[in-house]
């Protein structure tokens, strides 16, 4: 049920125009918010804005290009008058055996996933800063804490994103700014759909998660908009696992599917 929870407030996401980005756009809306979409994806962002009209700005903007970043801050001041909670959504990955990766496929998904979140962060608790508070949640992975076979750079960049965001919330405490961190397991957006839309790998995975099924970008949502809300207020430095008890489990071998 919809409420009021984040009226008068002003959200900057990234990753916006799908998946768990676009959750969380969506549900910060319908409970009052108003909120800067960021997200390379301009059609995706469109859509949105189409569909929330003035209370949603897109900002396409590349995470990983500081000055892109900066803009996309500045917009939400620009357009709302402030900026009181962040959500660093945006993600992705290429993938290689170690000593196969090319080093441009290292940098990029480092790039993306864990530089990004800095690059955010930085900008978005400048202007938190000056008006004194707010509340960042940065998405990171559970294969932050996995080791995830030919994915060695997504997993560490999410397990710096996770250490990152204690260091921020540190940091930044005194400033009356949160900062906690999520870790979703599986979850139904364009990144899983390969592993979700190939039966025999996502066999695999379901019987590795006690509750049997991925998450929805929305039950990943929900978790991220209470650690931004009042009932949070007094936590900072967290970090949440979403994913249907996965972690008691460890990491499929989908090599085995090519044998």
């Not at 009932?231 to 460890?250: E, N, V």
């Amino acid at each position: 049920m919809a409420n009021n929870r984040f009226a008068a407030k002003t959200a900057l996401v990234t990753g916006a125009a799908s998946g768990i980005g676009a959750a969380i756009a969506t549900r910060l809306i319908a409970e009052g918010a108003r909120v800067v979409g960021v997200d390379i994806n301009e059609t995706g962002l469109k859509a949105l804005a189409e569909r929330f009209g003035d209370r949603f700005v897109a900002a396409t903007s590349n995470v990983t290009i500081e000055s892109e970043v900066a803009a996309a801050v500045s917009t939400a001041v620009d357009q709302f008058g402030g900026l009181d909670l962040a959500f660093n959504v945006a993600g992705g990955s290429l993938i290689g055996a170690v000593t196969e990766m090319a080093e441009q496929d290292w940098d990029f998904t480092i790039d993306l996933v864990q530089k990004s979140v800095f690059l955010c962060t930085k900008h978005e608790a400048r202007r938190m800063r000056e008006a004194g508070g707010g509340a960042i949640v940065n998405v990171s992975s559970l294969d932050a804490r996995i080791p995830v076979p030919g994915a060695s750079p997504y997993a560490t960049g999410k397990a710096g994103v996770e250490m990152f965001s204690k260091n921020a919330a540190l940091e930044l405490a005194p400033y009356g700014i949160r900062v906690n961190c999520v870790l979703p397991g599986l979850v139904d957006t364009p990144m899983g759909a390969p592993i979700i839309g190939y039966q025999p790998a996502l066999d695999m995975f379901l019987d590795r998660i006690p509750l049997r099924a991925p998450a929805t970008p929305d039950q990943i949502a929900g978790p991220c908009l209470f650690l931004a809300g009042d009932d949070a207020s007094y936590i900072t430095g967290t970090s949440l696992i979403i994913d249907g008890g996965w972690q008691l489990t460890g990491f499929p071998n989908l090599a085995a599917l090519a044998e």
